[in-house]
C-alpha cells in the first residue's frame, strides 16, 4: 500500500494544475469585479437619483443571491437568448458580477469617509468631476479599502470552488475526483487546503506589501514635516 507521501506525490501535479484554475477564477473575477465595481461606485455617489436607485438594486441583488444560484442562472440561461459561452468564463462572469456588488459598496465607504472639504476645495480650484475622481478621490478610495478588498480577493479563492458545479476542475472539484479514485481521502483533501491556505498567504502577504508601499509617500511627507 502507498504511504501519504507518495499518494501526495503522485497527485500533486494534478492539484498545482486544478489550484491554476482556481487562481485564474477568481483573479480574472476580481478584476472584473474591480472595473465595475469602481463603475458602480462613482454612479452611486455622483450619479442621478434614478441611476443611484439602480445601482442600489444591482448591488442588493448579487449581495443577496448566492453566488452558486447566481452561476448556474448565468451558465444555464445564456445559451437561450444566443450566448454561449464556455464554462470557465461564465465562471468568471459569474465572480466578478458578483465581487463588483461587494467591491462597489467597500469603495463607496471609503470615499464617504474622505473629509468633504477635499471635494470642496478641489471644486474650488476648477477641477471638474472627472478629475476630482481620478486624483483625489478614487486614489484615496483605494488606499482605505485596500484591506477590505483583499479581503475580498481571498474569499473569491475559495468561493471559486462554487464552480465545480458547472464542469469546472479546480481544486476542490479535483480534490474530490482524485480521492474518490485512490481512497485516500485524508491526504489528498489535507494537500488542497494546503494549497487553498498558500494561495490565500500569497495574496495577504501582497496586500501588506501593496498597503505599506501606498502608505509610505504620506509616512515620509509627514515625518519630514515635523
Known amino acids: 500500500m502507498d504511504t501519504s507521501l507518495q499518494v501526495i506525490s503522485r497527485n500533486i501535479p494534478f492539484l498545482l494544475d486544478a489550484a491554476g484554475y482556481t487562481a485564474t477564477v477568481s483573479g480574472a473575477g476580481m478584476i472584473i469585479g474591480l472595473v465595475l465595481g469602481t463603475a458602480l461606485c462613482i454612479a452611486k455617489v455622483s450619479g442621478t437619483t434614478t441611476l443611484q436607485h439602480t445601482v442600489g438594486l444591482y448591488i442588493s441583488l448579487f449581495r443577496g443571491i448566492p453566488l452558486l444560484v447566481q452561476i448556474l442562472a448565468l451558465f444555464y440561461l445564456l445559451p437561450h437568448i444566443g450566448i454561449d459561452l464556455p464554462a470557465l468564463a461564465c465562471a468568471i462572469l459569474s465572480v466578478g458580477l458578483c465581487a463588483a456588488a461587494y467591491n462597489a459598496e467597500i469603495l463607496r465607504s471609503a470615499v464617504q469617509s474622505i473629509p468633504h472639504g477635499q471635494v470642496e476645495a478641489a471644486y474650488a480650484t476648477g477641477m471638474t468631476r472627472i478629475t476630482l475622481w481620478r486624483r483625489i478621490l478614487l486614489p484615496q478610495a483605494v488606499r482605505i479599502g485596500l484591506p477590505s478588498l483583499v479581503n475580498e ?73 515635523r
Open 153 to 225: 480577493l481571498v474569499l473569491l479563492i475559495k468561493a471559486s470552488s462554487l464552480a465545480s458545479v458547472i464542469g469546472i476542475a479546480e481544486l476542490t472539484r479535483t480534490a474530490q475526483n482524485i480521492a474518490g479514485q485512490t481512497y485516500r481521502h485524508f491526504e489528498i483533501y489535507v494537500t488542497a487546503g494546503a494549497l487553498y491556505l498558500l494561495l490565500s498567504l500569497i495574496i495577504a502577504t501582497a496586500g501588506r506589501m501593496a498597503e505599506k508601499h501606498l502608505l509610505t509617500p504620506y509616512t515620509g511627507r509627514g515625518t519630514s514635516g
